[in-house]
Each structure stands twice: as C-alpha cells, then as structure tokens.
C-alpha cells in the first residue's frame, strides 16, 4: 500500500484511489490519509490530486535494499530497480522529523491560516566531510502566502568555526510563499532553520530574536563541492 498525508484536502493517488477512503489520522485533526492498494509490490510512481490540483510526484527514485516488495531485478553487482517512496507511511526519521516540524507553533499556525497544504518528499542533509546532519521536513501551501512569524532559522558556518551550520531565531515577513522547509538535526532532533522562500517568495528577515550559535558537529567548508 502507498499512503501519504495532506492537510485539509482529499488527494487521490493516480491510478485513481477512492476519496471516501480518507480519514483523518490520530492527532493530526484537518489532515487526511490517502492510500492506493491492490498489489502486494509498489507502484513504481505515484501521482497525488485534490481535484485538478497535483499534490505529489514520486517516479520511483528508490531501491528496496533487500529487493524485497519492489519492482526490483538481481543480477551478481546485487537488486537493482525503482519504487515509490511516500515518507509519510513510515515509522522512522522521516515520520519523526515531519512530527518535530510541527512542534514548532509558528509552522502549525502558518498551515492553519493559509491551508490546505500537503506534506512533500524529504531530502537529506549531508556536511561538505560527508556525515549525515538530519534532514527537511517540507510543507507546500496549495495558495501564496504573505505572512510574519517568528522561526528558527538556518545559515552557512562562519568561517574558522568548523561547524556544520549556523542556527538562531529571527522575525520574518515572507511574501509570496508556498512553502514551508524545515531543517531538522537528526542528532539533537531541534528543527534549526525553516526557509519560506526556498523556490518561490520573498523572506525579509525583521529581528534577530536569537543570536546564531554553531550546530551540527565539526564540518570542513574546504571540502564543500563548488560550483554549478
């Protein structure tokens, strides 16, 4: 089964998923579960809606390690081939960083004023030495939002300190925004930055609430790729 979360919507996946099967989770009141079953493999891609409006886009850009459930192949280099990957039907780091997200109480008042949203695919967070810092949680707001909010927020290692990020708190005004990116340390599990204008927007920071300290353990901005 592939599952997923939106929030004060009905998505179906494509093929099609009956809209009467959403329910609402525990403890996630407004939000909706969405769920395309009938095989014992996943899809190899999965397309979400709410009506004509696209929610999501998975083309299968995963690998089920053990090639158990998938629409895998072996051969002597090992299994090789693609599934679908939803994180929101799991139960590990991409579950716990979605729940340490919306801790936070300016992300839940900004996805109740300016809703509905979904949940996105997460990506990782590597240092420039190649050890894992956490990874985002991404939250995408079905209309722009313009909006003030105080949030933690994310910036690069000032030079010499060898740290792997710079996290404070300011007040920002973000206009235009369709979403929320929060960045979350899988080590101390502290959402430490959240972007409101990573594709879209415009975020004008307003006040240093809390000055930036290092985070993320000892990095090396030398060995971060340059360039394109």
Not at 44 to 51: H, M, R
Not at 54 to 76: F, K, M, V
Not at 110 to 122: C, F, M, T, V
Request: proline share 7%; charged share 20%; hydrophobic share 35%.
């Amino acid at each position: 089964m592939t599952s997923g979360l939106s929030h004060r919507a009905s998505p179906a996946s494509k093929p099609t998923a009956d809209h009467s099967r959403c329910t609402p989770p525990p403890h996630l009141p407004g939000w909706r579960i969405f769920a395309h079953g009938g095989s014992t493999q996943p899809t190899s891609d999965l397309i979400a809606y709410a009506g004509d409006h696209q929610l999501l886009e998975d083309t299968g850009l995963w690998i089920n390690p053990d090639g158990q459930g998938c629409d895998c192949s072996r051969n002597a280099a090992g299994w090789f081939g693609t599934y679908a990957y939803v994180p929101e039907q799991q139960h590990g780091d991409d579950a716990h960083a979605v729940d340490v997200a919306l801790a936070l109480p300016a992300v839940t008042t900004i996805l109740e004023e300016h809703g509905p949203a979904w949940i996105d695919l997460s990506a990782g967070w590597i240092s420039c030495i190649g050890r894992t810092i956490g990874q985002d949680a991404d939250f995408k707001l079905w209309n722009e939002a313009n909006y003030f909010a105080t949030l933690p927020y994310e910036d690069s290692a000032v030079s010499n300190t060898h740290s792997a990020y710079m996290t404070g708190v300011h007040k920002v005004y973000a206009r235009g925004s369709d979403e929320l990116q929060v960045w979350i340390d899988t080590h101390t599990w502290r959402a430490v930055g959240v972007e409101t204008a990573f594709e879209h927007g415009i975020a004008v920071p307003l006040e240093t609430v809390k000055d930036p300290v290092p985070g993320g353990g000892y990095d090396d901005p030398s060995q971060c790729p340059k360039g394109d």
